[in-house]
């Protein structure tokens, strides 16, 4: 009824507070220069341990989402890998082509990055509303 769609909007809601709080720790706080300075580079394990840090972040809300040890498992690779390739070609494109962060082309590229990231919050939790029992929506 009305109020079970009530609790699993809020429920949905609470996972995507979850993510995106979870994106401004990883994103913003967890970034020591280490990680800054490799995230450019395949040979540099600073973009891979951020993009772990990422999946290893939304592995909560994929358990409390309910979803299959496979699902959990391709989603967690799948952030892992959009994340890390989102982050390589930015940095890569800022080190060939940088622009002062007073410009339209450094807001434009940093939205475009935070864009990708936040839309793949969103597939994560069309695929949970996808795989939800029958019996509970």
């Keep these: 009824g009305g109020r079970m ?3 699993m909007a809020v429920f949905i809601v609470g996972m995507l507070v979850w993510l995106q709080v979870k994106h401004f720790i990883a994103d913003y706080l967890l970034q020591p220069s280490w990680i800054l300075r490799g995230k450019g580079d395949l040979r540099e394990p600073g973009g891979y341990v951020h993009a772990g840090i990422h999946a290893c972040g939304s592995l ?3 358990i409390a ?3 299959s040890a496979g ?5 967690m690779a799948a952030e892992f890998v959009i994340h890390y390739l989102a982050d390589h070609i930015k940095a890569v494109h800022s080190h060939t082509h940088p622009h002062p962060t007073n ?6 590229l940093h939205g475009a990055d935070q864009l990708i990231h936040h839309l793949t919050y969103s597939a994560m939790l069309l695929i949970i509303l996808l795989e939800l029992p029958k019996s509970i929506i």
């Design 71 to 75: 699902w959990i498992s391709a989603l």
């Design 60 to 62: 909560p809300v994929l």
């Design 103 to 108: 410009t339209l082309a450094f807001w434009a």
């Design 65 to 67: 989402g309910g979803l």
């Design 5 to 7: 769609m009530v609790d």
